[in-house]
Nanobody, 125 residues
Framework: QVQLVESGGGLVQAGGSLRLSCAASGRTFGNYVMGWFRQAPGKEREFVASISWSIGNIVYADSVKGRFTISRDNAKYTVYLQMNSLKPEDTAVYYC??????????????????WGQGTQVTVSS
């Protein structure tokens, strides 16, 4: 059974940084795409970033370009989301997700097969 476990969330002041981690287990992920999504209260879940496990191509949402960086550690089966210059509007529950695929071009939550439990990120002004 595939398991995705997020960690690294917390409370930070505006302008600060956090690094989220997503540890994947339960299968090999060579032909999988890993994504980060977020959901604020009363809003729909939205795409943040994705990375192809095999070739490493990356896609970002416009709202986080230049501030967030997604990366992967193949040896540890872990995906990271480095978040810099955080803003209050980045406050949300952040979810890690996985789907079979080659290119990191999937932005809809409905396309992803597996999800983590989420980790809260709160940015104070």
């Amino acid at each position: 059974q595939v398991q995705l476990v997020e960690s690294g969330g917390g409370l930070v002041q505006a302008g600060g940084s956090l690094r989220l981690s997503c540890a994947a287990s339960g299968r090999t992920f060579g032909n999988y795409v890993m994504g980060w999504f977020r959901q604020a209260p009363g809003k729909e879940r939205e795409f943040v970033a994705s990375i192809s496990w095999s070739i490493g191509n990356i896609v970002y949402a416009d709202s986080v370009k230049g501030r967030f960086t997604i990366s992967r550690d193949n040896a540890k089966y872990t995906v990271y989301l480095q978040m810099n210059s955080l803003k209050p509007e980045d406050t949300a529950v952040y979810y890690c997700a996985a789907k079979s695929g080659f290119y990191a071009s999937y932005k809809s939550p409905s396309e992803y097969e597996y999800w983590g439990q989420g980790t809260q990120v709160t940015v104070s002004s």
